[in-house]
């Protein structure tokens, strides 16, 4: 090889490994099933629970393996409690919980816990009319208990707030916070929900950006604590068809982008998706999750939706095909989720 051509190449090698270390932090997926019966009014029916157990842990080795290293673990209020609000948490259902979460701590960087009730309890907001704030608290005190240990542990606060008074919920979010924090989980990551379903594309406009910023820890700062959105790319934002029509780059990464660099704060996208093998959501999430990885200095991740209980016919399945450990990702996993993570994908974000 010439002095020349040597140059080049190590030239090259170091540019990639920069472009690397600047990339985005996390990317996995959700592993659903333990939020099974759980609907937007957040009543969450026990008997269609549906534990990913073996299942489960099989996908997260396999995601690990594919090269991914975050997942979100859904989970309703109710199964953790067994049905009982305020109570302690049920020994039997949550070692069923700690489970997958053991699983995910083995082997993943970051393993989100995350409530998966729609800021409600059986139809009541937290904090307006519904649980107390006290009582949501100490759902939170225990399980931060529970994992203060472990590092790699993350509190998502709550899945997808709704028709909530904005700034009564964040009062809510840092009597959680607050319940983490004191429990002795001091460093891990806490994701915060906004409105509207913690739209990526609302988050600024709905007041959660500005009353959301106000949530500190015990000692005023605001290490660690993590605006939580969501952005689904179908013709409604629902995440209920299996065609795309936006990479919602325009709409709403680009202008949460420029905010949270102006203010200082950083984002995770917990939930997107799409059809696993339409080919325009194989064209607009990667350039959706493109995007993220290019401005990693504000997205910290993404977890997409989902895996698990799942099917592999539901219409947004992450689930891979096979059983046991001889498994194979949908088109979506492959190309877009794992493709953009790893560097594989080169298609850029259409502009």
């Not at 549906?50 to 090269?67: L, R, Y």
Request: with cysteine; glycine share 10%.
């Amino acid at each position: 090889m010439g002095k020349f051509a040597f140059i080049t190449r190590l030239t090259t090698c170091i540019l990639f490994t920069a472009s690397h270390i600047k990339a985005l932090k996390y990317g996995g997926v959700n592993i659903a099933g333990f939020d099974f019966g759980c609907d937007t009014s957040g009543n969450c029916l026990l008997q269609d629970v549906s534990p990913p157990g073996t299942d489960g842990t099989n996908q997260i080795d396999h995601f690990v393996a594919e090269g991914l290293n975050a997942f979100r673990l859904p989970v309703g209020w109710q199964y953790l409690v067994n049905n009982n609000l305020g109570g302690a948490l049920d020994s039997s259902n949550f070692a069923q919980y700690d489970g997958l979460v053991q699983s995910c701590l083995s082997k993943a960087s970051l393993c989100i816990v995350d409530i998966h009730n729609y800021a409600r309890y059986n139809g009541g907001i937290i904090g307006q009319g519904g649980p107390s704030n006290a009582q949501f608290a100490d759902l939170w005190s225990q399980l931060a208990a529970k994992y203060a240990g472990e590092s790699k542990i993350a509190f998502g606060v709550m899945n997808e707030p709704h028709d909530v008074n904005i700034d009564e919920w964040a009062v809510s979010v840092q009597a959680a916070v607050t319940a983490i924090r004191q429990a002795g989980a001091t460093e891990q990551i806490i994701l915060l929900p906004g409105n509207d379903y913690t739209s990526a594309g609302d988050y600024i406009s709905d007041g959660s950006a500005a009353a959301l910023s106000n949530v500190t820890n015990l000692d005023g700062s605001i290490t660690n604590l993590v605006f939580d959105v969501h952005k689904y790319l179908d013709e409604d934002n629902s995440g209920t068809h299996s065609n795309c029509v936006t990479n919602n780059i325009d709409s709403a990464f680009s202008p949460l982008a420029t905010y949270l660099r102006q203010n200082n704060r950083q984002a995770f996208l917990s939930e997107t998706g799409g059809g696993p093998t339409d080919s325009t959501c194989l064209t607009y999430v990667c350039q959706e999750l493109q995007y993220l990885d290019d401005n990693s200095d504000v997205y910290l991740g993404y977890t997409t939706w989902a895996a698990g209980s799942f099917a592999t016919t539901y219409t947004l399945s992450e689930t891979p095909f096979g059983s046991g450990t001889d498994l194979t990702d949908q088109e979506l996993v492959s190309q877009c989720v794992v493709g953009v993570f790893t560097g594989k994908y080169t298609g850029g974000t259409g502009s």
